[in-house]
């Protein structure tokens, strides 16, 4: 920090340029007094304003030239003001340095400022310790936070602040941290507290800064009164179970679906008890198993909850003898029944394909009555605007299984469906041929993004641009399955928002 001088009263400093100029003018020349003109200027450091210590300068130069003038001639005025020259130049370099030694003090005064309104006025609490945890400055906002009055804290060791839990290990911890010290958060993973001088606790975070000065190192505390963020931690908490206890009184209230969800329900454990028998790998076990509970849980409450509000609203309509919204929610009633239907047939297949119990029954079909009959059993979940297509080259009939391949296309038409916009067209393509049968689904879909596209056969695998929409992640994986039971081979083609293609190949 800068000096600052006591300022001299300024008629003494005029006094004494006044008596240097008389020495000057009074005095042989071989008496050199320019140093009482290099004392004026440095008492000048104590001037507030630069522009005095020019003007004194200035003065000083004139005096000097003056009395040059002035004072009786022992030698010609040229060769006096020449060897008065360098006198001259020192009292401006040294007028100059004294102007920068006020310019650095007034920036230094203004820093001190700047950072004394930063410490006062700040909403966060600072503190300002030693090594030794004592406590050298406190700001407002600390002393208030801690319930003390100004300058209170002062004096004090950080431990003063702390729950008796936490101080017995803080001078260690304190120690440890001064061994590496290093800006960051206090007490990382814990939950914090103060101790306010009425003995009361409340909890804080806390960030720390050291730093280091020939005086020694110290530590700059942030401290923040974390008591808001807390309650709202403790809120949300609390909303999460109520949410549970809503969910709970939610599935109680469905009791005409009861009975068979049960079934089906006990059904699904067996299969997935016996699937979990028949892995190799307790790791792949929990995998799946966590998979399944996360699936399983969002896609049944969906259309359950339809199922519950769209009963209440049913009794409402009823009693105003309201018989076209009735009819509108029993509709929606018996879709959300068939999707958790088609859900459940969806896990039973997986539970019968992993057990080995479906086996290949092989006949004569004819692939395009297949394929119409399919479309007339599930035209009923076609969106608005969806239309269908077949296209069929070949002959008519074909070795299969008429089950399996109804399946595979019920699954891979209903993905279509699900996954294209209203307005748009799903194409079958069927062809029977010398060397193989094939038959293709095509959509104008949302299609799947290039990189998920290793996994779409994978088990409860849904894409990223598909987890707003219904299913279960099975299908695709049961398609392939059937295929390779019957000596097939499934591929698909998919580019995202333009459409979809999959397809599925006998060899004869």
Same mark, same amino acid.
């Given at each position: 920090?800068?000096?600052?001088?006591?300022?001299?009263?300024?008629?003494?400093?005029?006094?004494?340029?006044?008596?240097?100029?008389?020495?000057?003018?009074?005095?042989?020349?071989?008496?050199?007094?320019?140093?009482?003109?290099?004392?004026?200027?440095?008492?000048?450091?104590?001037?507030?304003?630069?522009?005095?210590?020019?003007?004194?300068?200035?003065?000083?130069?004139?005096?000097?030239?003056?009395?040059?003038?002035?004072?009786?001639?022992?030698?010609?005025?040229?060769?006096?003001?020449?060897?008065?020259?360098?006198?001259?130049?020192?009292?401006?370099?040294?007028?100059?340095?004294?102007?920068?030694?006020?310019?650095?003090?007034?920036?230094?005064?203004?820093?001190?400022?700047?950072?004394?309104?930063?410490?006062?006025?700040?909403?966060?609490?600072?503190?300002?310790?030693?090594?030794?945890?004592?406590?050298?400055?406190?700001?407002?906002?600390?002393?208030?936070?801690?319930?003390?009055?100004?300058?209170?804290?002062?004096?004090?060791?950080?431990? @003063?602040?702390?729950?008796?839990?936490?101080?017995?290990?803080?001078?260690?911890?304190?120690?440890?941290?001064?061994?590496?010290?290093?800006?960051?958060?206090?007490?990382?993973?814990?939950?914090?507290?103060?101790?306010?001088?009425? @003995?009361?606790?409340?909890?804080?975070?806390?960030?720390?800064?050291?730093?280091?000065?020939?005086?020694?190192?110290?530590?700059?505390?942030?401290?923040?009164?974390?008591?808001?963020?807390?309650?709202?931690?403790?809120?949300?908490?609390?909303?999460?179970?109520?949410?549970?206890?809503?969910?709970?009184?939610?599935?109680?209230?469905?009791?005409?679906?009861?009975?068979?969800?049960?079934?089906?329900?006990?059904?699904?454990?067996?299969?997935?008890?016996?699937?979990?028998?028949?892995?190799?790998?307790?790791?792949?076990?929990?995998?799946?198993?966590?998979?399944?509970?996360?699936?399983?849980?969002?896609?049944?409450?969906?259309?359950?909850?339809?199922?519950?509000?769209? @009963?209440?609203?049913?009794?409402?309509?009823?009693?105003?003898?309201?018989?076209?919204?009735?009819?509108?929610?029993?509709?929606?009633?018996?879709? @959300?029944?068939?999707?958790?239907?088609?859900?459940?047939?969806?896990?039973?297949?997986?539970?019968?394909?992993?057990?080995?119990?479906?086996?290949?029954?092989?006949?004569?079909?004819?692939?395009?009555?297949?394929?119409?009959?399919?479309?007339?059993?599930?035209?009923?979940?076609?969106?608005?605007?969806?239309?269908?297509?077949?296209?069929?080259?070949?002959?008519?009939?074909?070795?299969?299984?008429?089950?399996?391949?109804?399946?595979?296309?019920?699954?891979?038409?209903?993905?279509?469906?699900?996954?294209?916009?209203?307005?748009?067209?799903?194409?079958?393509?069927?062809?029977?041929?010398?060397?193989?049968?094939?038959?293709?689904?095509?959509?104008?879909?949302?299609?799947?993004?290039?990189?998920?596209?290793?996994?779409?056969?994978?088990?409860?695998?849904?894409?990223?641009?598909?987890?707003?929409?219904?299913?279960?992640?099975?299908?695709?994986?049961?398609?392939?399955?059937?295929?390779?039971?019957?000596?097939?081979?499934?591929?698909?083609?998919?580019?995202?928002?333009?459409?979809?293609?999959?397809?599925?190949?006998?060899?004869?």
């Amino acid at each position: 920090m800068l000096p600052i001088l006591t300022p001299p009263r300024p008629k003494l400093l005029w006094l004494l340029v006044a008596g240097v100029f008389a020495a000057d003018l009074l005095l042989p020349s071989h008496w050199d007094v320019s140093f009482g003109y290099l004392l004026a200027l440095f008492l000048a450091v104590s001037f507030k304003e630069k522009s005095d210590v020019l003007l004194l300068a200035v003065i000083i130069t004139v005096l000097s030239v003056i009395a040059a003038v002035l004072k009786p001639q022992e030698a010609p005025l040229e060769e006096t003001m020449f060897e008065r020259l360098p006198a001259i130049a020192g009292i401006w370099a040294f007028g100059f340095f004294v102007i920068r030694f006020i310019a650095l003090r007034e920036e230094e005064q203004q820093q001190e400022g700047r950072f004394k309104a930063l410490f006062e006025h700040a909403t966060n609490g600072i503190l300002l310790l030693d090594r030794s945890g004592k406590i050298l400055m406190a700001n407002p906002a600390a002393e208030a936070l801690f319930g003390y009055e100004p300058g209170e804290i002062s004096g004090q060791t950080v431990e @003063s602040l702390m729950p008796a839990r936490f101080a017995k290990h803080h001078e260690a911890n304190r120690e440890h941290y001064h061994q590496n010290p290093q800006p960051r958060s206090m007490g990382i993973g814990l939950d914090l507290f103060g101790l306010k001088k009425d @003995s009361s606790e409340f909890p804080v975070e806390i960030s720390l800064s050291p730093f280091r000065t020939k005086e020694g190192e110290f530590v700059v505390a942030f401290v923040v009164d974390n008591t808001y963020r807390k309650s709202y931690e403790n809120s949300i908490l609390q909303q999460k179970q109520e949410l549970g206890a809503l969910s709970a009184a939610l599935q109680k209230l469905n009791e005409k679906l009861e009975s068979k969800v049960q079934e089906r329900t006990h059904e699904l454990e067996l299969a997935k008890n016996d699937l979990a028998l028949a892995l190799e790998k307790e790791r792949e076990l929990g995998e799946l198993k966590s998979r399944f509970v996360s699936m399983a849980s969002h896609e049944f409450r969906t259309p359950l909850t339809a199922v519950l509000s769209s @009963s209440a609203l049913i009794s409402q309509y009823a009693l105003r003898q309201d018989f076209e919204n009735v009819k509108k929610h029993a509709e929606r009633i018996k879709s @959300s029944v068939n999707g958790l239907n088609s859900i459940l047939t969806e896990f039973l297949s997986l539970g019968r394909l992993d057990e080995d119990r479906i086996r290949p029954n092989l006949e004569n079909i004819d692939l395009k009555t297949c394929i119409d009959g399919v479309y007339q059993e599930i035209k009923s979940l076609f969106k608005t605007g969806q239309t269908f297509e077949h296209i069929h080259e070949g002959g008519d009939a074909a070795q299969m299984d008429n089950a399996l391949v109804r399946n595979i296309l019920i699954n891979l038409i209903s993905n279509a469906i699900k996954y294209s916009p209203e307005n748009s067209k799903i194409t079958v393509f069927s062809k029977i041929g010398k060397n193989a049968t094939r038959i293709s689904v095509r959509d104008h879909g949302i299609g799947i993004p290039e990189p998920e596209q290793k996994h779409l056969f994978d088990r409860f695998f849904r894409a990223s641009n598909a987890t707003n929409i219904q299913g279960t992640g099975l299908g695709l994986y049961i398609v392939q399955r059937y295929a390779e039971m019957t000596g097939g081979q499934v591929g698909f083609q998919s580019e995202p928002e333009k459409g979809s293609e999959f397809w599925v190949e006998w060899p004869h």
